[in-house]
């Protein structure tokens, strides 16, 4: 995932990670965050993401770092070190003897998880929905367009032209002057309205 | 043979490490993002691993949480690559280093 240059592909890539996380959790006997698994990331959170790839449409290529290859070495050593002191962990700490987990089939069901969320989880899960609350108001706040007042209207043909530009007597009088089109905003200006497909000529 | 604790423990920290590589390495700003994503994903294997280990479902609903603030952390994070595209017209992370243009 994290080799690919596109980050397209690297989206596609982290989508087939989650599904396999799903069905691992199908293996771990939690169905109910299998399918949370599948809906909430695989389906909502990357189809965002992969959204706001194909809206920001940076099509250039990532181009290999240059920048850090004098600390390749540095890096190797660093590596080589913490082999070892896995190795040292994996060699010499005692093992505790692990029990089999038995086959468990009450734990992550549905009702067990909305049972332990209503009553000994209630709080968190309250702070969860006021969490979700601020991220719907900080993300509408953020990705709203603030250089426009609140009750411009961009309507298509109309022109906004300043006083100054319509009369030299205005000086430097800068008040806006909304005129409903484009022809209206010539004749304004003293020039001929624009004829259109060439009737009249 | 019976899948083992460890196993999953291990995978997890792969993915983590995974993660960490691609935070450190890529420059591209959603890339990042979804390395932390990943990251989130990771932390989410382990907590139910142990919650299938230990038969206890207090892991699976830290799962359940830590989803809703990855869902929020999306939104937000989202519309904060969309206002950086829109000033800077790059989403190179080095070349947005200051926080005010």
Known sequence: ?201 | MEPQLSWYLALSAILFTIGVVGVIIKRNVIAMFMCIELMLNAVNLTFVAFSSYFQDVTGQLFVFIVMTVAAAEAAVGLGIIITIFRNRETLDVDESSNLKL
């Open chain 1, 1 to 201: 995932m994290v080799v690919q240059r596109n980050p397209l592909y690297s989206a596609i890539s982290l989508v087939g990670v989650f599904v396999s996380l799903a069905a691992l959790y199908v293996t771990l006997s939690a169905p109910f965050i299998a399918a949370v698994q599948v809906i909430i990331y695989a389906g909502a959170i990357m189809v965002l993401v992969i959204f706001v790839i194909m809206l920001l449409n940076v099509e250039d290529e990532e181009l290999r770092p240059r920048r850090l290859r004098f600390l390749v070495p540095t890096a190797i050593v660093l590596a080589m070190v913490l082999i070892a002191e896995v190795a040292f962990i994996l060699f010499t700490v005692q093992v505790t003897p692990s029990t089999p987990a038995s086959s468990a089939l009450s734990v992550g069901l549905t009702s067990s998880i909305g049972i332990g969320l209503f009553t000994d989880y209630l709080l968190p899960f309250e702070i969860t929905s006021v969490l979700l609350l601020m991220a719907i108001v900080g993300a509408m706040s953020l990705a709203r367009r603030g250089d426009l007042p609140p009750n411009a209207r961009v309507v298509p043909g109309a022109q906004v032209l300043a006083r100054d530009v319509l009369s030299p007597v205005a000086g430097e009088d800068l008040t806006a002057v909304e005129t409903e089109s484009t022809d209206e905003a010539a004749q304004l200006l003293g020039l001929e309205p624009r004829n259109r497909s060439g009737k009249g000529e």
